[in-house]
């Protein structure tokens, strides 16, 4: 068994799927290969007397406490299913009516089973945060099923402030691949923690909501909870105006960024294009980056 293979199988280790052949190839390689021996037993040097390969009860107690599980809890929106790992918290669902239909969502999603349990308070409390509009402490999520580009794009995602809203393409932009606007948009589509990665703050550059998983009604509710001016908003997309100047800055913002919001109305430049901002003499706001 080669270490590639190891891997592969080292999450099936920690449910407990192994069939007894693969287990034994498990063991094996473990015995002569340290660096994966180290991922699985970090112990301290107070415990290296113990047996470097588990027996049977100890790889079914890793197992039980490293599986995957979840709890269901009630929100202002309605009942959210949240299912984490000893990494975070990996998948959350508005949709399921019963536990079991999440059980099945959670398969299909993350290619593994969970099992009902109990969720960290601090998840659900960051969770109900969300929901409601308000700002939510930092809870450990765990990524690791998405490709290097989904992490890398949840990642700049997390990068808008509550209370404001970006275009797909700025997210495209901020993530290195400013040409993949409709694949950033796939992303957020395929959000394995919607709320707490708040996708629902990216809408379209023509302005308006877009869509969302969950609705677009729902994603003007989360939005007018957080502060976001969803009359503007209609508003700005029906006059083509994409960008405000401030007289007094000389920087030009997207409308909902929170420096737009502090420009005096006798200071706002209304501004349709980026090039019509250049020419206007205006520089990119630091806080928005709409270049």
């Known amino acids: 068994m080669t270490c590639k293979e190891y891997q592969k199988l080292f999450h099936r280790l920690n449910v407990n799927e192994l069939a007894e052949d693969e287990r034994a190839k498990f063991s094996a390689h473990i015995r002569q290969c340290s660096k994966c021996k180290k991922r699985l037993f970090p112990f301290k040097k107070s415990q290296r007397q113990k047996p470097s390969v588990p027996s049977h009860t100890r790889s079914k107690a890793l197992a039980e406490s490293s599986v995957d599980s979840y709890a269901g809890i009630a929100t202002t929106i309605g009942k959210i299913w949240i299912g984490h790992t000893p990494r975070g918290i990996s998948l959350i669902s508005l949709g399921p009516n019963h536990s079991a239909e999440f059980e099945g969502y959670y398969q299909k999603r993350l290619c593994r089973g969970t099992r009902k349990g109990t969720i960290p308070k601090s998840y659900a409390d960051a969770v109900r945060k969300a929901v409601a509009g308000k700002k939510t402490a930092n809870v450990p999520m765990d ?149």
């Not at 580009?149 to 808008?160: A, D, G, N, R, T």
């Not at 909501?209 to 009359?231: C, M, Q, S, T």
């Not at 100047?245 to 294009?273: H, M, Q, V």
Request: with cysteine; hydrophobic share 35%.
């Open 143 to 291: 990524l690791s099923s998405l490709s290097s580009f989904e992490h890398k794009v949840l990642q700049c995602l997390k990068q808008i402030p509550l209370g404001e809203i970006r275009p797909y393409s700025w997210l495209a932009k901020e993530c290195g691949r400013p040409k993949a606007a409709r694949a950033v948009g796939t992303v957020m589509a395929r959000n394995p923690i919607p709320f707490l990665l708040p996708c629902h703050r990216v809408t379209p550059a023509g302005g308006g909501v877009g869509n969302y998983g969950y609705g677009a009604a729902l994603k003007r509710e989360l939005l007018k909870k957080e502060g976001v001016p969803l009359d503007e908003l209609d508003r700005w997309a029906r006059s083509g105006i994409r960008f405000i100047g401030s007289k007094r800055t000389n920087a030009y913002c997207y409308p909902f960024c929170r420096i737009a919001y502090s420009i005096r109305a006798e200071d706002r430049i209304p501004l349709r294009t980026i090039k019509e901002a250049h020419q206007a003499g205006f520089r990119p706001c630091p806080n928005c980056r709409p270049e």
